[in-house]
């Protein structure tokens, strides 16, 4: 039987996957510098910590997650977004007692059972930060440029802002009054889900994906003239620090975002330009005040952001901005009887000790496949270590890149290493 991959999975495998970790060690220095330390939650959750903190309406929960029962009759979600298991974690352990403001970062695999397509798996990669106990328009714009950085840091070309705020708890109530009454009449042309949500959660209706194209909705009303006076003024005030720092913006009054607790400031960033990757949504976020609340803690607001890694990824992949890996040996280690296969393998690992790339053929003892490998490796050095070396307590060393060949004391090989490697680099 020829086993396949779950649809909707991916492997990662030699270069894919130094691209995979390529992208974490730049993301995460990055947002190093910003304060942010990492937390690392369980794959899977109880399933109410979803439920709770994504939101029973959402397609997230409704249609979109791994849910099963455990052996104790428990039911298990595994996670499907970032933020509800950090929010879990950051209350389970108290972590705000120490600290006025907690600024935490993740990176890992979210389950969501979607339609596998270009750039989505059913797996996949997700990199995002949270920050709880502030409430300020300077905080929302410092995390809004910390992911700008990030695009800098990784080279990526023709990124845009979009930026909206959907409001405090009194805008929401005022827009969700009005949303209520302008879809009432009109309904009907919707999908099951967008009638259901028409008197539980008016908002949701913007965000569906199978009326998207609707008229009805495109025409909807926008939530700016239900903001409020205080929440208009938070707004201008992240606006205002952005334009010090001249970050450019859209205002988009269509910017909603697909998650129940986001309050105020809401934001993504997609791709211009003339990619065929345009308008791809690559980073989004925002806002939420009362989500720590909702699951039993304090009164402790937050605001955040999440990558869809793999979708970074193919914007590497289509810029050219993935850097060329090393994977070259360093030297190779040929041994041409059983006693110099041991010694081989020493020199192997002393050199290995020092943070060299050094391979041997582990089975052949001819000269003929051994350098076959030394050319497949690619090896800057080949090492010779034969009955005479052993002996003698010498090696046989070859720079393959200048050509030459010498005999040096098996004590001189690190000096020797020392002062040609460079050379060849």
Do not use: H, W
């Not at 120490?98 to 997700?126: C, D, H, I, S």
């Not at 008197?199 to 009326?211: E, F, G, Q, S």
């Amino acid at each position: 039987m020829l086993y396949q991959k779950v649809k909707g999975t991916q492997d990662f495998t030699e270069l894919d996957a130094r691209k995979l970790r390529y992208l974490e060690k730049t993301v995460t220095g990055i947002i190093q510098n910003y304060g942010y330390s990492e937390i690392i939650t369980p794959i899977f959750e109880n399933t109410e910590v979803f439920v709770r903190g994504v939101g029973d309406e959402s397609d997230i929960v409704s249609k979109e997650m791994y849910t099963f029962q455990d052996k104790g009759d428990r039911s298990i979600t595994l996670r499907p977004e970032g933020t509800a298991a950090v929010v879990r974690s950051f209350l389970e352990n108290k972590l705000y007692v120490n600290n006025p403001l907690t600024k935490l970062y993740y990176f890992g695999p979210m389950f969501r059972y979607e339609r596998p397509q270009a750039g989505r798996f059913r797996q996949f990669y997700q990199f995002g930060i949270e920050a709880f106990g502030d409430s300020s328009p300077l905080l929302d714009a410092d995390v809004i440029m910390s992911a700008y950085q990030i695009f800098k840091g990784l080279g990526i070309r023709d990124v845009k802002l979009k930026i909206n705020s959907i409001g405090d708890f009194e805008s929401r109530k005022r827009y969700a009054e009005v949303l209520e009454a302008y879809f009432s009449n009109q309904i009907s042309g919707f999908c099951d889900d967008c009638q259901r949500r028409l008197t539980k959660n008016p908002l949701r209706i913007l965000d569906c994906k199978a009326d998207k194209d609707n008229p009805v909705l495109k025409n909807a009303p926008k939530i700016g003239s239900c903001l409020t006076e205080d929440a208009k003024a938070y707004f201008q005030a992240v606006l205002r620090v952005l334009d010090a720092f001249g970050i450019a913006y859209e205002v988009d009054e269509s910017l909603v975002r697909g998650l129940d607790y986001y309050t105020d400031t809401v934001f993504e960033y997609v791709l211009a330009g003339e990619s065929s990757l345009k308008e791809l949504a690559i980073c989004g976020g925002g806002k939420y005040s009362d989500l720590i609340k909702s699951f039993g803690g304090p009164d402790i607001p937050g605001i955040g952001y999440a990558f869809g890694v793999e979708r970074l990824i193919s914007i590497l992949d289509d810029q050219k901005l993935i850097p060329e890996f090393k994977t070259s040996a360093d030297i190779v280690i040929i041994g041409l009887d059983e006693e110099s296969k041991i010694e081989s393998l020493k020199l192997a690992a002393a050199l290995r000790g020092q943070g060299y790339y050094a391979e041997l053929d582990y089975q052949n003892l001819s000269m003929k496949p051994q350098f076959k490998l030394a050319d497949n490796k690619k090896a800057a050095f080949i090492v010779i270590i034969g009955a005479d070396e052993r002996q003698n307590n010498r090696l046989t060393i070859k720079n393959t890149v200048a050509k030459t060949q010498e005999t040096i004391n098996k004590n001189e090989i690190f000096n020797y290493l020392k002062e040609n490697i460079y050379e060849n680099s």
